[in-house]
């Protein structure tokens, strides 16, 4: 199910060399809360992040999980959707950055979290696991966007994922 397509510059031209990138991303509840990534602008993040060469997705979400949450062990289920986005590269030959991101209910065993693994961007906005409700990351994504300080591009897109989870809930648990 498509979430959302964000061009997150109206002028730019979606004509000419695209350069393409597939993410994963994860939305792992506990109870009613959502496991996700709060930074120092008080705005919250799913974990995830780009698919490398040979790696399914699957692999790629769970290695995500390691870095990002110091979380291991986490199970990828059904998909809950996809988002598009539309950028300026950094790249000097491609006219268009599209990042495609598929986000999926997931699930742990495991109730603590290892040492995080953060790149450089990611440590430097202090990204920390924490467990908060739907509606409560909602709240303070729009409250980031309102303030204008802070603003990630990825803020647009996790919002309105927000929004769908808000509206859709947590995944039924499995028949047992």
């Known amino acids: 199910m498509m979430l959302g397509s964000f061009r997150h510059d109206p002028d730019l031209d979606l004509t000419g060399r695209t350069l393409q990138r597939t993410a994963v991303r994860g939305a792992l509840f506990r109870g009613d809360e959502l496991l996700m990534l709060g930074s120092r602008h008080g705005d ?12 399914d997705q699957a692999a790629a979400l769970q290695r995500e999980y390691v870095e990002e949450c110091g979380l291991a ?3 990828v289920g059904l998909s809950c959707g996809s988002t598009i986005e539309y950028l300026r590269p950094n790249e ?4 268009v950055f599209k990042m495609t991101s598929h986000y999926f209910f997931c699930s742990s065993p495991a109730s603590g979290f290892a040492e995080q693994q953060l790149e450089g961007y990611e ?7 924490r467990w908060i409700t739907v509606a409560d990351a909602l709240r303070a994504n729009r409250a980031v966007r309102e303030r204008g300080v802070g603003v990630m ?7 309105k994922v927000l929004e769908h989870l808000l509206t859709a809930g947590p995944p039924a648990p499995a028949a047992g």
Request: glycine fraction near 16%; hydrophobic fraction near 30%.
């Open 44 to 55: 919250y993040k799913f974990p995830g992040g780009g698919v490398e060469a040979g790696e």
């Open 73 to 75: 062990g986490v199970e």
């Open 92 to 95: 000097p030959e491609y006219r």
């Open 123 to 129: 440590a430097e906005l202090e990204l920390t696991p």
């Open 153 to 159: 591009r990825w803020l647009v897109r996790e919002t």
